[in-house]
C-alpha cells in the first residue's frame, strides 16, 4: 500500500502581454516545495489607507513557469503517475483552472503542431511502449471517455451514434452494487492493442466532442471530460490478474465555482453553472477536514466516478492551470486555494490484484473431479451408467498389452472407476477360463471362427464388383472437377494479388517490408507495424463518418465551401500541417528506402561471412590441418560491419516508428480541422439558406435575379425582387471572422460597394422549385459574389 496526498502542480500559460509584469514571482529556492507568490497590483481607487492584502503566496510539488514546453510536463507530471499505472496501481491526473487557462491544452494538447501533444497521447506512447518491453506478461488495454455536462454523463465512445448534438450520444449513469461500488451503466470500453488504435479512439471522442458542441455549451469550457486507460496483466500461468485504471482529467473552466457560495440557489443555478465543480469543491473541503465521517461523493455523477482518485485508492495528481494576468488575478487565487486544499487530501493506493475467474473454475472443476474419484474409490460407490462398447474394448486392449508385457513391474491403470476395474477382472477371468478349456491361442480360434463363415455367392461377388467400378467413376468425375475448380481459384488469386501489389505499389509507402530475414534485434511486431503503414489514412476511416458530409455535398454547395474554406483561419493551419506532413513522408520515404538498402548490405554481408567460413572449413580439409576456433582477419571485418549496418538498421527504424506515429499523429490533426471547418460551413449554410429562403420573395417564384449592380434603370426594372434586407445579407456572405481584413473594413462602411463590382449583365437563374436546391443555388451566387467584392478590393 502506497500512502500520499494529492500531489499538486502549477502551470502558468504563456502570454505575450506585458500584464503579467510583476504580478506574479516564483521562489525556486525553496527546492523542496517552491512557492507561487501572486502579487495584487496597488489600486489607489481603495484610498491611501488600504488594508487588503498585497500578495498571496502558495506552495506547489513544482511550479511550470511559461517556458515550459510539453515534453517537461509529461516528464515531471505524467511520466510518474503512468509508471505506477504499470506497476498496478490506479492514478489520476486533473487539470483544474479557470476557462483558457490551458488544461486542454496541458491535458490533450494544442491541435496545430505535433510538438504541442498533451499529456494523453504521450501517456499513450509511453505506456505501450513499456508494454511492449514486458513481453513476458499478458496485458490487455482498454480506453473509455466520459464527457459529463450538466450532471448528465455521455459516452464518446459509441460507434453506433452520429453525434451531431450532445443528446445523439449515448447516456451514461451511475449504478452502486451492494459494495458500494460504481458501475458506469452505457459507457462503452474498446480493446486497444496498439497506441495507434488507443491514439485514434482519443480522437475520435474530440471529434464527438467538437461537433456535439453548441455555442450554448462550448464542450471544454462547460463540461469535464474523463478520459480512462485500463490496464490488466497478468503472468503466465498465474491465476492473479492486475487492474489499474488511469483517469486523465480535463475539467471544466473553474470560474464561477468562486462566485457560487455554498448556501447559493442550487436549483436555479443548476441551469447556468457547473454543479460538478461546486460538488468537487464539497467533497475536497470534507475530504480536507480531519475527521469528517461523511463525504458527499454521491452528490454529482464527477465526484462518483473520481470518488476512489479523491481519497481513495489511487495515485492522484492534480495540475492548476493558471493565466496570470491582471483581470484573472481573482480567479488565478482562487484556484491556488482550492488547490492547496486539494494538497491535504491523503490516498492510499493498494496493488488491485485479483484471482482471474475463469481460470479459478478451471482448477476447481479439476479439483472436484479428482476429490470425486477418490471418494468412489474409498467409498466403493459405484456409478450406476453402463460402459460403452469403445470403452470396454479399450479396457480388453489394455488387459492384453498388461499380459504380454514382459516387465514384471508394469501395472494395469484404469483409472479409479470401479466399473472398468471389475470389467477388467471380468476379462482376465475369461481369458483364464478360454486358455483352460481349448488350450488353444486366440488367434487360431478366430481363423477357425472365419473358416465357420459361409463362402459368398458368385452373384453377390459380381454385384459387390459392379458398385465398386460405379464407385470409382464417380470418383474420378468428382476429382476432374475438384482440380478444374481448383485451377480457377489459383487463377483468380494470382489476378487478384497482381491488383493488390499494383495497388500497394501505387501508393507507394515510405515504409519498408519489415525486418531482414534473421534479424531479431526488434521485436516482430514491430514488423508488423511497418508493414500496416503501408495501408496510410486507415484512421481515417474512423473519422470518416464525420467527414463524410463532404461527399453529399450538391456542386453549389462543394464550391461555396471551397471559397469558405480559403478564408478560413484553420486553412493555414490545414495547409501548414499538409507541408510538415509532406515533409515527414518524404524523409519516412527516403528513410524506408535506406533501411531497405541496408537490409540487402546486411544480407551481402551475411552470405559473404557464410562464404568466408565455408572458405576457411575447405582449406582446413585440403590442408589436413584443424579448423581455426576464432575467425580470421577479412572475417572479423566482415562482422564488425554487420554490426554497424545492423546498428545503422536499428537507429533508423526507432526513427522511422517515430516518423509513423508523428505522420498519424498529424493526419488525425487534419482531420480534425477539417471536420471542424466542415461544421463551421454548415453552420454557415445553414444561416445563410434560411436567411435567403425568409429574406427572398424571388424563392417563391420561378426566377431570381443574379445580385446586379445597382444602376437606376435596373433598379427600375426589378425593384421587387431585391430587398434591402438580402442586399444587406449579400453583403455579409462569410462570417466575420472568416473575412479579411479588407472585407471586414469594406462591410462595416456602407461606400458604395456596388460600384466597385465588374459590371455584369442582370440575367436570371432558373429556380427548380425545390426548397433545397433553391437554397443551394442563392448561396453559390451569394459566395462567387463575395468573392468579386473582394477581388474588387485586393
Ligand atoms: N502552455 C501553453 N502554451 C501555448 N498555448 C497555450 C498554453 N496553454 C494554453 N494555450 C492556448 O490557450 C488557448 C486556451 O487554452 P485551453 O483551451 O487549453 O484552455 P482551457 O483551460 O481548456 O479552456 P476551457 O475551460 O474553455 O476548456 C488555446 O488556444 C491554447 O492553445
Known sequence: MVKQTIQIFARVKPTVRKQQQGIYSIDEDEKLTPSLEIILPRDLADGFVNNKRESYKFKFQKIFDQGANQEMIFENIAKPVAESVLAGYNGTILAYGQTGSGKTFTITGGAERYSDRGIIPRTLSYIFEQLQKDSSTIHTTHISYLEIYNECGYDLLDPRHEASSLEDLPKVTILEDPDQNIHLKNLSLHQAATEEEALNLLFLGDTNRMIAETPMNQASTRSHCIFTIHLSSKEPGSVTVRHAKLHLVDLAGSERVAKTGVGGQLLTEAKYINLSLHYLEQVIIALSEKHRAHIPYRNSMMTSVLRDSLGGNCMTTMIATLSLEKRNIDESISTCRFAQRVALIKNEAVLNEEIDPKLMIIRLQKEIQELKDELALVTGEQRTEVLTDAELLQLEKLVSSFLED????????????????????????????DKKIHGKSTVSSEIKDQDCQEPLKEEEYQKLRDILQQRDNEINILVNMLKKEKKKAQDALHLSSMDRSECRHSQSSPFPPGNPEGLRMLPSSTTTQVQDVSTFGYQSSLLHRKTGMREEMSLGRQEAFEIFKRDHADSITIEDNKQILKQRFSEAKALGESINETRNKIGRLKEEITQR????????????????????????????????EKRRYKVMFTRLKALKVEIEHLQLLMDKAKVKLQKEFEAWWTEEATSLQVNSPAMNSLTYMKPFPQTPESQQERPQLVSNKSKVNARKILPLPYQTPQSREHNSTSSPLEDSIPKRPASSVPLTGDSQTDSDILAFIKARQSILQKKCFQ
Open 406 to 433: 514382459q516387465d514384471p513391474e508394469s501395472r494395469l491403470a484404469v483409472g479409479t472407476d470401479m466399473r472398468k476395474i471389475h470389467h477388467c477382472f471380468h476379462h482376465l477371468k475369461k481369458l483364464l477360463n
Open 613 to 644: 567460413h565455408m572458405q576457411q572449413v575447405a582449406l582446413g580439409i585440403a590442408e589436413n590441418t584443424a579448423v581455426p576456433s576464432i575467425p580470421d582477419l577479412l572475417e572479423e571485418k566482415l562482422r564488425s560491419q554487420l554490426e554497424e
